[in-house]
C-alpha cells in the first residue's frame, strides 16, 4: 500500500491512517497524551529498555493533525518544558588543593553513575565551572560519571546518543541504512571528558579512559535495558591532539564535515573536528550489522 509519509524510519501508510482515525473514534474522550500511549501499545512502539516511545508517538500524531490527515482533541493542558527554562549548573564548591602525585598512590578510584542521584549537581556544576566548552543538558540516552580519590572528584565524563549519520564513522562500521537505523542506540557518543584542572598525574587520563569504557556497556544495560558496543568522541584539534584518546588505543576514523543536522547547504557553519572510536568488542562490526 502507498505511504502517506516517513515519520523517524516508519512509513506511515493508508491503513496507518486509518487504524488512528478509528484509534479516536474509539476514545473520544482521551487526551493527546493518552491516545499516543494506546497508539505506541497497539503497534508494540518502543525503546530498546520496554519504555513506550510516547514522545515520537506524540510528534507523529501531531504531524498528521496538521496535515488534515486526523484530528485530534483540543490541547488540555500545556505541559512546561524544562529544558527551555533551564537555569545554570549551581556552583558547588569542591576541595581544590592542588593533587600531584603518582597514579599508583591515588588508587582505588572509584567510578559513580551520579545521573538522577544527589551528586548530579556536582557533576553538572563542575562541567559548567572547569570545562572549556562548560554543561550541557544531554538528550537521549544518558549516563554521567565521576572519579573519585578517596572523597576527593578529580574527573568526570559525560555520555550520550551518538550522531544519526556521521560519514567517516559509517564507513569505518561498513553498516548499511537500515542496521545504522536499527543499531544507532548500540553506540554512545562522550561529549565531556574533564580532569578537574588542579589534578595532575601522569598518565591518568588514558588510564580513566580504558577503565571507562571497560564498564560502560554493563552500567548502560542496567539502565537502558542494552549494551553499548562502540563509543565515539570528537577532537577540537585547534585546542588539543586528542593524546589521552590515543594512549587508550582509540582510532582516528576521519573528520566531522562542520555541517550541524539543519545545514541548509554543505557549507561548514561550526568547527571541523577529528572523530575518534572505539570498539567495545572484538566482533562489533557482525553485531552493529545485522
Known amino acids: 500500500m502507498e505511504g502517506k509519509l516517513q515519520y523517524r524510519q516508519r512509513v ?68 512546561c518544558n524544562p529544558l527551555a527554562h533551564r537555569s545554570q549548573p549551581t ?80 564507513r569505518f562500521l561498513g553498516w548499511s541504512d537500515q542496521a545504522r537505523r536499527k543499531n544507532l542506540h548500540l553506540l554512545a557518543y562522550n561529549p565531556r571528558f574533564l580532569i578537574l584542572p588542579w589534578v595532575e598525574i601522569s598518565h591518568l587520563a588514558s588510564h580513566l579512559l580504558a577503565r571507562m569504557t571497560r564498564m560502560l556497556s554493563g552500567e548502560w544495560q542496567r539502565a537502558y535495558g542494552h549494551p553499548i558496543y562502540f563509543v565515539e568522541t570528537f577532537i577540537d584539534s585547534e585546542r588539543y591532539r586528542g593524546t589521552c584518546y590515543r594512549a587508550a588505543n582509540w582510532m582516528v576514523l576521519g573528520h566531522t564535515t562542520g555541517r550541524g543536522k539543519n545545514a541548509w547547504s554543505k557549507r561548514p557553519n561550526r568547527p571541523i573536528k577529528e572523530v575518534l572510536g572505539y570498539p567495545l568488542r572484538r566482533d562489533f562490526r557482525r553485531l552493529l550489522s545485522v
Open 12 to 79: 506511515i501508510t493508508d491503513s496507518d491512517v486509518a487504524f488512528i482515525r478509528q484509534l479516536l473514534r474509539e476514545h473520544p474522550a482521551a487526551s493527546r497524551r493518552e491516545l499516543s500511549k494506546k497508539l505506541c501499545q497497539a503497534w508494540n512502539w518502543v525503546q530498546p529498555n520496554g519504555a513506550l516511545r510516547d514522545m515520537v508517538c506524540r510528534g507523529l500524531m501531531l504531524k498528521l493533525h496538521r496535515e488534515g490527515l486526523i484530528e485530534l482533541p483540543s490541547v488540555r493542558q500545556v505541559p
Open 91 to 170: 556552583v558547588v564548591s569542591v576541595d581544590a588543593r592542588p593533587l600531584q602525585v603518582k597514579l599508583s598512590e591515588i588508587q582505588p578510584l572509584e567510578f559513580r553513575s551520579v545521573r538522577r542521584t544527589p551528586e548530579e549537581q556536582l557533576f553538572n556544576s563542575l562541567l559548567e565551572q572547569y570545562h572549556y566548552l562548560r554543561y550541557k543538558q544531554p538528550v537521549g540516552e544518558h549516563l554521567k560519571f565521576l572519579v573519585y580519590a578517596g572523597e576527593r572528584p578529580v574527573a568526570c565524563f559525560a555520555w550520550s546518543s551518538s550522531a544519526h549519520y556521521l560519514g567517516c564513522r559509517d
